[in-house]
């Protein structure tokens, strides 16, 4: 049986200090560990550190690793919503925080298990998850009430949607692609909820996982940003969403007062482009 290729995600904002040992660790474990093809794509945006200079350092090193760059700031949905237009080249896509919270042997769990559903996900908050660095009070507050907020609007009865480490099927992200168009951390949210949709299956598997410090998240702020996301998430899937239309000015002054990337239209999604773009092909 064919092993499957593996397109690995990396969406990264100013990480010039926390991506080069998770980019080297990924390499060397895959490399060991797995038969298949792999390669890492690094979707820099906005950065205004030298995040592309250690990644071209580290790509210097291994060959599977490539970078596009987007000079706005386009937020994390963005960057994964470029990085998913890659989909054509690899056989399953997923994607890691670029601060190394999953570790390679966490994410290669999802991939072996990627038999057994169309999207296979990690949770932090099912029985047998091994978290190894708690998350702070303040953040686990958050988290749970916006997981609240979810299973309201949404009731797609998982436990963990917003773990940064998620592997797809190649024809499932084909089918959604265009669906997707958050822009900000309630992303993983536009994902799954059209994944369920369209019909396809999640498993949701517990994963090891470990909270890293120098967060660049202000909680007050973009807790109001994924709560106006999901919000609007839920209204367009609703018939009303077509009477909204005036208010649209409204919306994108509200996404820039709280520093986060408005929702993108799906022109825009298929236009954006990257103003660097390196490739290079795996060795397996």
Known sequence: MKVPSVLLLIPAYNEESRI??????YARFFRAHYSGGFRIVVILNGCVDDTEGVVRRVAADFNEISWRVFPGRIGKGGALIEGLKLWPEADLIGYVDADGATAPPAFLDLVRRSGEADCVIGSRWLPGAV??????SQRRFFSRAFHALVELLFQMHMADTQCGAKVMRREAVEKVHDALTIADMSFDINLLYALKRAGFKILEVPTEWTDKMGSKVNLSKASLAWFLSVVRLRLV???????????????LWLYRKLGSPPPLSRREGRQAQPTADASSTATH
């Open 20 to 25: 080069e040992p998770v980019l080297r660790e």
């Open 131 to 136: 978290l190894h660095v708690l998350q702070s």
């Open 237 to 251: 899937y609703s018939p009303f969403y077509r009477w909204l239309a005036p208010l649209r000015p409204l919306e």
